[in-house]
């Protein structure tokens, strides 16, 4: 990258850094919420609007994920004080998948500190698909991003722990405190995915030829992978967003899990790739940071308020969610939460 497109990148950085920070920390301050009619109602509109449609497709290069039944639709919402609002199939279980990567690099930046994250991983977007090897061999500096492959493959290889065992443990348990309840691996899902994920060994070992994976790349790559087959439904990732968009506090259970300073620059992370290509799109249309996973969920927070996800396996060329990510358009347009808009 030349001189003048560095310079581009990193203010671009920069803004949505710094739109983040005013946005968020004011939203924390102020606690706003709505009535439980006001978001049964906003629920109920989007699931109803979007029930019949039947865009997109199952992701199929993770085969278990094509069998997956493509009508599933949930939505849930838990509120900063711990209400839960769920509508439709929101306790069907599902892959987490790369909305993993979010919580992941909580974990890690609680342990390293919010300046070790963009000399060690990377927090630009990467401007190429989000399993992408050229977006690594094209940069001098080999920089990714935690929301991407690469990155989160780098971040997995950073949480504590000297042995495999111990970093998978960290992982799961620390998961478990964000959803508020044990949560476990479906392991179908694990083995199908370990048995197709050549690409992600590649790019691992590729990251290791340039100094920027931590650990021993495959079982790093391992742990990755089985950290996205971790058994999740729309209402644990709802509770679990909720931790984000209550200050680190998981709301149901109380138990402080990551420390508040840590929520805008994680945030701002979820802003510049949380949705793969559409991560611009989705600002532009939904105002809050927000995170897909290729087994159909979508999460999004509102700072001070709740935290949304929705399930819905079929998905779009980006690989996100359709009926996920145009659920939680419709709600959060219809309860006015997009962090851009001044009141």
């Not at 946005?23 to 989007?46: G, R």
């Not at 065992?165 to 309840?181: L, P, V, Y």
């Not at 691996?185 to 992600?200: F, I, K, L």
């Not at 419709?330 to 939460?337: D, Q």
């Amino acid at each position: 990258m030349d001189n003048i497109q560095f310079k581009i990148s990193l203010y671009r950085h920069i803004i949505v850094l710094l739109l983040c920070t005013f946005c968020i920390i004011p939203s924390l301050a102020q606690k706003a919420t709505f009535s439980a009619d006001e978001y049964n109602e906003a629920l109920q509109e989007a699931h109803e609007k979007l029930l019949q449609n039947k865009d997109g497709a199952n992701a199929d290069y993770i085969p278990v994920l094509a069998e997956v039944p493509s009508d599933l639709f949930g939505i849930s919402i838990c509120t900063v004080d711990g209400e839960i609002y769920d509508i439709g199939d929101s306790e069907h279980r599902f892959s987490i998948q790369s909305i993993s990567k979010v919580f992941t690099l909580a974990m890690v930046m609680q342990r390293l500190g919010i300046n070790a994250i963009p000399d060690t991983i990377g927090v630009n977007a990467t401007g190429r698909p989000f399993n992408s090897i050229v977006a690594i061999e094209t940069q001098p500096d080999r920089p990714s991003n935690s929301c991407v492959n690469a990155g989160a493959i780098a971040t997995t290889s950073l949480v504590e722990g000297n042995t495999y065992d111990e970093k998978w443990n960290n992982i799961i348990s620390t998961f478990s405190k964000f959803a508020g309840r044990d949560l476990d691996v479906d392991q179908e899902v694990y083995e199908s995915e370990a048995a197709t994920n050549n690409r992600n060994r590649a790019i691992a070992h590729l990251l290791e030829a340039y100094g920027r994976m931590y650990y021993d790349p495959v079982e790093a790559t391992d742990i990755y992978t089985k950290q996205c087959a971790i058994s999740v439904n729309s209402h644990d990732l709802a509770v679990m967003s909720a931790t984000l968009a209550n200050g680190g506090v998981n709301p149901q259970t109380n138990e402080k899990i990551i420390d508040e300073k840590y929520l805008p620059h994680i945030m701002a992370v979820m802003c510049t790739a949380g949705l793969y290509d559409d991560s611009g799109l989705w600002l532009y249309y939904v105002g809050l940071p927000g995170k897909s996973g290729v087994g159909g969920g979508v999460i999004a927070v509102a700072p001070g308020r709740f935290g949304i996800a929705a399930f819905s396996p079929r998905l779009d060329v980006a690989g996100n969610s359709v009926r996920g990510v145009r659920a939680i358009i419709e709600v959060s347009r219809k309860l006015g939460v997009n962090l851009f808009t001044v009141k």
